[in-house]
Nanobody, 116 residues
Framework: VQLQASGGGLVQAGGSLNLSCAAY??????MGWFRQAPGKERVFVAT???????VYANSVKGRFTISRDHAKNTVYLQMNSLKPEDTAVYYC?????????????WGQGTLVTVSS
């Protein structure tokens, strides 16, 4: 099983980026995005389940949109109105089904840098 994230880069404040995460080897009911800023812990950004239900961190609500394409087994994170504080390595993750219910599968991370 492998998760491959892509789409990071350097963007000016107010700009947009679209991250992708392709899953290989199996499908997952729930997938999510997390981020880790320099010197800080990894934190939750957004998650989406099989039906398309989503949950967002308050810090990105209204600016980021998570979506998925079942045919491509890919999850996306559209990031708009980016701020310097959004600078981080972004990781996609997949949730192991019940009863474990943990994010056991992680992509390699993709760096997003937002300049002021």
């Amino acid at each position: 099983v492998q998760l491959q994230a892509s789409g990071g880069g350097l963007v000016q404040a107010g700009g947009s980026l679209n991250l992708s995460c392709a899953a290989y080897g199996r499908t997952f009911s729930t997938m999510g995005w997390f981020r880790q800023a320099p010197g800080k812990e990894r934190v939750f950004v957004a998650t989406i389940d099989w039906s398309g239900s989503t949950v967002y961190a308050n810090s990105v609500k209204g600016r980021f949109t998570i979506s998925r394409d079942h045919a491509k087994n890919t999850v996306y994170l559209q990031m708009n109105s980016l701020k310097p504080e959004d600078t981080a390595v972004y990781y996609c993750a997949a949730l192991t089904p019940p009863p474990r219910m943990e994010y056991d599968y992680w992509g390699q991370g993709t760096l997003v840098t937002v300049s002021s």
